[in-house]
């Protein structure tokens, strides 16, 4: 179920109109999250031009003064004709516990970049509040209450559905949405970077039928701001926590100097592979920053997993064009009247399918040789 609510709200240097503010719980130990739009405008009214900026929410149990239940720490979001989107708890270093709404009485504070609050604070209506909910009567929701794709497998708990509660042929090849092959985390969030000690950005998890290669391939924006001094971080993909520093698996994201304290902005890109047997994997993308002047933060995060067999068991086909195959068998090909139409040759998929696969990691390469030397020579003109 999803509700929405409306705000709307006006203040001296901003205005904020709260369009829809929704929530959603996948299990009990899945992370909360409460999904929200907004729209920023001048004090005429006029929306603010399209921008990046930083973004500070909390919760309160009063309208004025009071406790703060809950602080986003520092979130970015870009506008467009001044409206923006964010979802509250994807920050897993400020995760949105639901002991923050065990009582009615909560209010959202908003904070843009170094401004006061934007007063007054928003009251929150039902919505969130149905994240608490426990129970529902036997039966009482039945499949034509239910949108079609609203209930994805990462809102299923882990072993929650047996086999004696799906009916027999009551599940179609249409309806598996997310096959063993590819598994793939997308976040609308940013994680603030105080340490070269590295900290998960994003993580997923492929469970693979069978032994055969993982390919990971992550990216993110980097913002590097507030000094003129060395800033950057270092980004990589690995099963396990923590590390440190640059490695022949990482990325180093930003310059040893800078002509201005203003915040820089940067795409980056990770790819590795891995070998493993059947079952299930975790793996990481994490970041750890350089020497501590001025801030680094990392945004909108994807991190992807491909399952790539070891033998896919015969793939052939028939084709008039084998290209530079060497294993392409020359055969005779008669069409229904009887006569040959021409040369064709049998060849298989999967050479094809790797060359093609040998062609994106190669272009992945260039792509970060080409960074690595524009970085080189901003450099040299510091």
Known sequence: M???????????????????LSSSQANAASPKTINYQGRLTDPSGAPVPDTFLFVTYRI????????????SGLESIITKDGLF?????????FPLPASVFSDTGRYLGITVGGDAEISPRVKLGSTPYTRTTETVALNSITSPMIAPFTIVNNDIADNA???FVVQDNSIKA??????????????????????????????????????????????????????????????????TAGGSGLTSHSVRIGNEAYFS?????????????????????TFRLKAGRGPANGTATVIFPTLT?????????????????????????????????GI???????????????????????????????????????????
């Open 85 to 93: 989107s964010a979802t509250f708890g994807t920050n897993v270093t």
């Open 60 to 71: 309160y149990d009063s309208p004025t003064g009071g406790s703060i239940l809950w602080d």
């Open 174 to 239: 249409i309806d598996l949405f997310d096959e063993p092959g590819i598994a793939s985390n997308n976040s609308s969030g940013s994680v603030g970077l105080t340490s070269t000690s590295m900290v998960d950005i994003a993580t997923v998890t492929i469970t693979t039928p069978a032994p055969g290669y993982i390919y990971l391939q992550a990216k993110a924006y980097v913002v590097l701001t507030g000094t003129k001094l060395t800033n950057y971080v270092d980004m990589r993909i690995s099963e």
């Open 261 to 281: 304290t203003a915040s820089h902005r940067w795409p980056a890109a990770v790819h590795r592979v891995y070998f493993k047997s059947a079952g299930a994997h």
């Open 340 to 382: 040959v139409p021409g040369e064709a040759w049998d060849v298989d998929l999967r050479y094809y399918e790797m060359r093609a696969r040998e062609a994106s990691i190669k272009a992945l390469e260039a792509e970060k040789q080409l960074r690595r030397a524009r970085s080189q020579q901003l450099s040299k003109h510091q």
């Open 161 to 163: 559905v047996e086999s």
């Open 2 to 20: 999803r509700l929405s609510h409306l705000h709307a709200l006006a203040v001296a240097v901003f205005s904020l109109a709260i369009i829809t």
């Open 305 to 337: 997993a491909i399952y790539i067999p070891t033998s896919y068991g015969t793939v052939q086909t028939v084709t008039s064009n084998p290209g530079d195959n060497p294993d392409a068998k020359a055969v005779i090909v008669n069409d229904e009247s």
